[in-house]
């Protein structure tokens, strides 16, 4: 049985599935898991003024609503604030970092994302399968 797993949830529905995935690697046990969502940097641009309000803000604003939509399906899932992490960042390297840092032995991840079907798998999914050093669950999501 797994000791730490790493969850990677895009916030769709769809997370609730890949938890559950999760948590019978690790006999139900919801604090053998670390729940994380990464949020990307909103793009730098020339000007500040392309923006309504300071970007800076903006970001903020962006990762304070995610940790509470992340903390929400947590919470349902009895996942401890103190093992759910909102990252910013690039997906992949952000999981990649928290696994390492937490020494995690598995990541359970959905197939795909919320930009739906690409390939076979979501391009997050496909970079943590290239050079992991732990192992790699992916969750058959469907069209969720
Ligand atoms: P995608 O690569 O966007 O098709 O998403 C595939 C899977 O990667 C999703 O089902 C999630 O498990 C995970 N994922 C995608 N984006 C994020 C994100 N921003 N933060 C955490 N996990 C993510």
Same mark, same amino acid.
């Given at each position: 049985?797994?000791?730490?797993?790493?969850?990677?949830? !895009?916030?769709?529905?769809?997370? $609730? $599935? +890949?938890?559950?995935?999760?948590? *019978?690697?690790?006999?139900? @046990?919801?604090?053998?898991?670390?729940?994380?969502?990464?949020?990307?940097?909103?793009?730098?641009?020339?000007?500040?003024?392309?923006?309504?309000? &300071?970007?800076?803000?903006?970001?903020?604003?962006?990762?304070?609503?995610?940790?509470?939509? /992340?903390?929400?399906?947590? *919470? $349902?899932?009895?996942? @401890?604030?103190? *093992?759910?992490?909102?990252?910013?960042?690039?997906?992949?390297?952000?999981?990649?970092?928290?696994?390492?840092?937490?020494?995690? @032995?598995? +990541?359970?991840?959905?197939?795909?994302? *919320?930009?739906?079907?690409?390939?076979?798998?979501?391009?997050?999914?496909?970079?943590? /399968?290239?050079?992991?050093?732990? @192992?790699?669950?992916?969750?058959?999501?469907? &069209? !969720?």
């Amino acid at each position: 049985m797994y000791n730490k797993v790493v969850v990677a949830v !895009d916030l769709s529905d769809s997370s $609730k $599935k +890949i938890i559950d995935a999760a948590l *019978n690697l690790v006999g139900n @046990d919801p604090d053998k898991l670390a729940l994380a969502h990464v949020v990307e940097p909103i793009p730098s641009v020339w000007g500040m003024e392309s923006y309504a309000m &300071d970007p800076i803000e903006l970001q903020q604003k962006i990762l304070d609503s995610s940790g509470k939509m /992340l903390e929400e399906i947590g *919470n $349902k899932s009895k996942i @401890d604030k103190s *093992n759910q992490h909102t990252l910013l960042g690039t997906p992949a390297t952000e999981i990649r970092n928290l696994v390492e840092e937490l020494k995690a @032995d598995a +990541i359970v991840i959905g197939s795909h994302g *919320n930009s739906g079907w690409k390939i076979v798998l979501g391009s997050t999914a496909i970079k943590l /399968l290239h050079g992991a050093t732990c @192992d790699v669950l992916t969750i058959y999501v469907g &069209d !969720d």
